[in-house]
């Protein structure tokens, strides 16, 4: 084994859906990021270090998940957007998520090819083909971030491209985010899950109290929607949906924080929250993307 340690940042990049933020959890063998079968599912730059030995080789590679580039206006999408961009122009390494976006092309490049599980084979080979024709000199490689085929191989390619030098965080440090920060992600990920086509985009999840006690964590979350008439959605008949919410939420909460949770969650409506600059600013999106 050498001495000598890869390390730097590795932006994940790409197209809303493909997988990025699957890929970020798979890797850190952890909940981090919110995952949905909706697309702009992940709002915010989301850090997520892995200190690893691969092939003999140390390497500290840390991760920034990103929202998906997509096009759309207001506030918040141009937060999500700038996000995403500021991400690949600081990293050392870009990895992209199955396309090529305008930020990533002035650095060394991966192309991860994910969600291979879902096609045969033998359709696999042509569209690696046309990929590396397309990126000549960029490693690309298939992955499955949900079944985790091909991480370990997909990591050496980035390490690979990462500088020399001493470890840029703590080995054992995993995130900076704050275990408050990841709970109002946890939550959110329920509402993409559990309300409708639309609903989800309407929503900020802000945690307000937080107190642990004798190895028991209690959290007061509110749902903010834009809207009475979402408020009534959310709540649902009888206040059926939010029990339901709260009920999911605490079950993956526990599983995330190691510890037993109990969660009061509440709707309160904010009108236009994704329009103003202020508001967003105090939801945690805004000013500098972190
Ligand atoms: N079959 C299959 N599905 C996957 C795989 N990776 C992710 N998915 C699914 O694809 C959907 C999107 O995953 P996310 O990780 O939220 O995608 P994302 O790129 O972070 O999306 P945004 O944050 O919205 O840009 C979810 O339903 C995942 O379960 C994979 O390797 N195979
Ligand atoms: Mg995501």
Same mark, same amino acid.
């Given at each position: ?186 939550? /959110?990920?329920? !509402?993409?899950?559990? $309300? *409708? &086509? ?6 900020? +999840?802000? #945690? ?41 939420? /605490?079950?993956? !909460?526990?599983?995330? $924080? *190691? &510890? ?6 509440? +709707?309160? #409506? ?21």
């Amino acid at each position: 084994m050498s001495d000598d340690l890869r390390a730097g940042f590795c932006a994940i990049v790409g197209l809303p859906n493909v997988g990025k933020s699957t890929l970020l959890n798979r890797v850190l063998g952890r909940r981090l990021a919110a995952v949905s079968a909706k697309p702009q599912t992940t709002r915010d730059r989301i850090l997520g270090v892995h200190t690893v030995e691969l092939a003999g080789e140390r390497a500290q590679i840390a991760y920034v998940d990103t929202p998906g580039v997509q096009h759309g206006k207001g506030p918040l999408r141009r937060y999500m957007r700038e996000a995403a961009f500021a991400a690949a122009a600081d990293a050392d390494v870009v990895l992209d998520a199955r396309g090529l976006g305008d930020a990533s092309r002035a650095k060394p490049l991966v192309i991860a090819l994910n969600k291979i599980d879902r096609v045969a084979k033998p359709e696999l080979l042509p569209v690696m083909e046309a990929w590396s024709g397309f990126t000549p000199g960029v490693e690309v490689v298939p992955i499955s971030a949900a079944q985790g085929d091909n991480v370990e191989l997909l990591e050496r390619a980035i390490a690979q491209l990462l500088p020399l030098g001493p470890m840029l965080f703590p080995d054992e440090m995993v995130t900076d985010r704050s275990p408050q920060f990841i709970a109002q992600e946890i939550i /959110r990920e329920q !509402l993409y899950h559990q $309300l *409708g &086509k639309e609903l989800p985009y309407a929503c900020a +999840v802000q #945690v307000e109290t937080w107190t642990e006690k004798s190895g028991e964590i209690t959290i007061g979350a509110v749902i903010i929607v834009e809207r009475d008439s979402q408020k009534g959605i959310v709540v649902g008949k009888a206040g059926h949906r939010i029990r339901e919410l709260g009920i999911a939420a /605490r079950v993956a !909460l526990t599983e995330a $924080l *190691g &510890k037993p949770v109990h969660l009061s969650l509440f +709707v309160k #409506v904010l009108a236009e929250w994704s329009r103003g600059e202020t508001q967003l600013r105090r939801l945690g999106y805004g000013g500098e993307a972190q």
